[in-house]
């Protein structure tokens, strides 16, 4: 290893220049940094892989981002929403195979009907077991009392990703209106957090218009925001976007994916305690892209348990895996999966981040 690399990698917080030196990272300098972070994840949380069953509620969203596939304007998208009964059934899957904890995610709505109906599926999901799983939600930007309505119901984490932590970039991903103000989202986070959920971010890695400074930022951002959680992947063009004008200029998806792997250990030598997710678009450019990023410091994974017919419509990129499989067929796999990458899975337990409960508050 070159000794610029491995005085920083001995440091334990690098600053912006060398956040950036080790973005660029490739060869077997690349490889360094993926095993350092791999020890430094087995020293602080163990090499322990969480599981939380991904539940896609609805792929209805009143929102515009310019990347998204299930974003309102697409026209040629078929809109549904789970019925109870299939989100029980999901939630119910996930408590018998001790998957600990559950995640559910869709578009974002903030009408009453809905609001009310996700508190109300959090009251039923709390209900159908002594030992109920951990829930995170996904469900975007919300009013306080909607957060502490649904925290009070049940849920205790929130991911909420901060997309760019430049204000100048996220308007390019982003309109630039009321609905998608980067003032917003900030304030949103910071509702999460005083509100006492365990609190994720993330961006995506590889946009139009990015660059490393901008991730090194990023990444900085999760860092002074104390954040608990991360899930952070690869940007996947989808042809019905906006943003879909700007794909000569996107690098080959594989230097996305590399990348987001330096973006992953990077952040477990930041954070070292923190609960980092293997996201599922890293999965959809390489078959075990998951376990690679596990290996690289990551050390949770949504497996998907959606109903298998309602997995297609929710598209936010092009080839997202597993859209034609029931949740049993993906959950026979994994076991050997993680298996591969020399971690344990953590049945049963929520899996909660260390770092929630070592930070100030
Ligand atoms: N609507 C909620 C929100 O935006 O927070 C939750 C669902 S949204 C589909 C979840 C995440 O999907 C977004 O935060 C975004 O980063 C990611 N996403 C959307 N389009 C994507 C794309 N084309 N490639 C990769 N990730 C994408
Ligand atoms: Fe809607 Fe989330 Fe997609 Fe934006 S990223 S369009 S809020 S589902």
């Given amino acids: ?69 299930i974003r309102c304007g697409n026209k040629a998208t078929d809109r549904y929403q789970l019925s109870d009964e299939d989100v029980l059934d999901a939630a119910k899957y996930a408590i018998d195979n001790n998957y600990g904890s559950i995640v559910i995610q869709a578009g974002e709505r903030s009408n009453k009907a809905f609001t009310d109906k996700i508190t109300e599926l959090l009251t039923k999901i709390k209900s159908l077991s002594d030992t109920p799983p951990g829930i995170t939600l996904s469900l975007g930007e919300q009013s306080e009392s909607v957060f502490r309505a649904w925290k009070e119901a049940g849920a205790h984490r929130y991911l909420l990703r901060i997309e760019s932590a430049s204000r100048d970039l996220y308007h390019k991903l982003h309109p630039e209106n009321e609905l998608h103000s980067f003032e917003n989202r900030i304030k949103s986070l910071r509702l999460l957090q005083k509100l006492g959920y365990q609190t994720g971010t993330g961006v995506m890695i590889g946009t139009p218009f990015q660059n490393m400074e901008h991730l090194a930022d990023d990444l900085i951002f999760m860092r002074d925001f104390d954040i608990d959680m991360c899930g952070m992947g690869p940007y996947i063009e989808h042809e019905q976007t906006p943003l879909y004008k700007h794909k000569d200029q996107l690098m080959p998806l594989n230097d996305r994916f590399r990348l987001t792997l330096r973006m992953i250990s990077t952040l477990r030598i930041m954070m070292k305690d923190i609960n980092i997710a293997a996201a599922t678009a890293m999965q959809a450019i390489d078959p075990i892209g998951r376990e690679k990023a596990i290996m690289a410091g990551a050390n949770v994974i949504m497996p998907n348990i959606t109903p298998g017919c309602f997995r297609n419509n929710y598209k936010l990129y092009e080839n997202k895996p597993c859209t034609d499989e029931e949740a049993s067929d993906c959950s026979s796999c994994l076991e050997v999966r993680i298996g591969m990458t020399g971690d344990k899975i953590g049945y049963g337990q929520w899996g909660d981040p260390k770092h929630y409960f070592s930070r100030e508050r």
């Fill in 1 to 69: 290893m070159n000794k610029k690399l491995q005085k920083i990698l001995e440091k334990a917080d690098p600053n912006r220049d060398e956040i950036i030196y080790l973005l660029g990272l490739q060869g077997e300098d690349e490889k360094a940094l993926f095993k350092k972070a791999a020890e430094i994840k087995a020293q602080y949380v163990g090499k322990v892989t969480w599981f939380r069953g991904l539940i896609e509620y609805s792929n209805i969203c009143s929102k515009n981002c310019y990347y998204c596939g």
